[in-house]
T-cell receptor, first 117, second 109 residues
């Protein structure tokens, strides 16, 4: 039973390029969350998606950032025209849709460390 | 604004010591409060708390929630060097998980 998978684990981009981060949730999970962790800061919520729907994107910058979770395939976080300030660790988490046995927790992927040069 | 505040920000203890990590939050009517341990990788789940006053235990770790006073604590007894990590607290509120900045725990031999 594979956990949440993210790739790539490390990504280096020059300023102005596009970064594409992928997240495959745990089997059976249809809710995906993206977080950004800047150096010396905590995890910050970015966006919450279900299959083919963006439920809440209030934590995502209005420009250059977009996310999708298609019916088939992984969830994608896309950052266009990256800037140095985008350098961070980006974590994806997934969860079940329903309370099951009283447990409803998120499972995190290993993260993608983006470095913008 | 910071909905979740953790203290202390960092802590250094000797092996065998007992530590208490604090998490205070502003939101009410949340679904649950969660504790995670983060080493040099993704956060790993420790506890989920939904009811006030009920302690959750797992080995040397335990946690409790006080919904009246809006805080939770994470206790670690007989600490080991492998407990060195950042401990994150998060509140599940309106489909978002709000995280604190974490407490960095270092356990020295």
């Amino acid at each position: 039973n594979a956990g949440v998978m993210q790739n790539p684990r490390h990504l280096v981009r020059r300023r102005g390029q596009e970064a594409r981060l992928r997240c495959s949730p745990m089997k059976g999970h249809s809710h995906v969350y993206w977080y950004r962790q800047l150096p010396e800061e905590g995890l910050k919520f970015m966006v919450y998606l279900q299959k083919e729907n963006i439920i809440d994107e209030s934590g995502m910058p209005k420009e250059r950032f977009s996310a999708e979770f298609p019916k088939e395939g992984p969830s994608i976080l896309r950052i266009q025209q990256v800037v140095r300030g985008d350098s961070a660790a980006y974590f994806c988490a997934s969860s079940l849709t329903l309370m099951r046995g009283g447990r409803y927790e998120q499972y995190f992927g290993p993260g993608t460390r983006l470095t913008v040069t | 604004e910071d909905k979740v505040v953790q203290s202390p920000l960092s802590l250094v203890v000797h092996e065998g010591d007992t530590v208490t990590l604090n998490c205070s939050y502003e939101v009410t009517n949340f679904r649950s409060l969660l504790w995670y341990k983060q080493e040099k990788k993704a956060p790993t789940f420790l506890f989920m708390l939904t009811s006030s006053g009920i302690e959750k235990k797992s080995g040397r770790l335990s946690s409790i929630l006080d919904k009246k006073e809006l805080f939770s604590i994470l206790n670690i007894t007989a600490t080991q060097t492998g407990d060195s990590a950042i401990y994150l607290c998060a509140v599940d509120f309106r489909n978002q998980f709000y995280f604190g900045t974490g407490t960095s725990l270092t356990v020295i031999p």
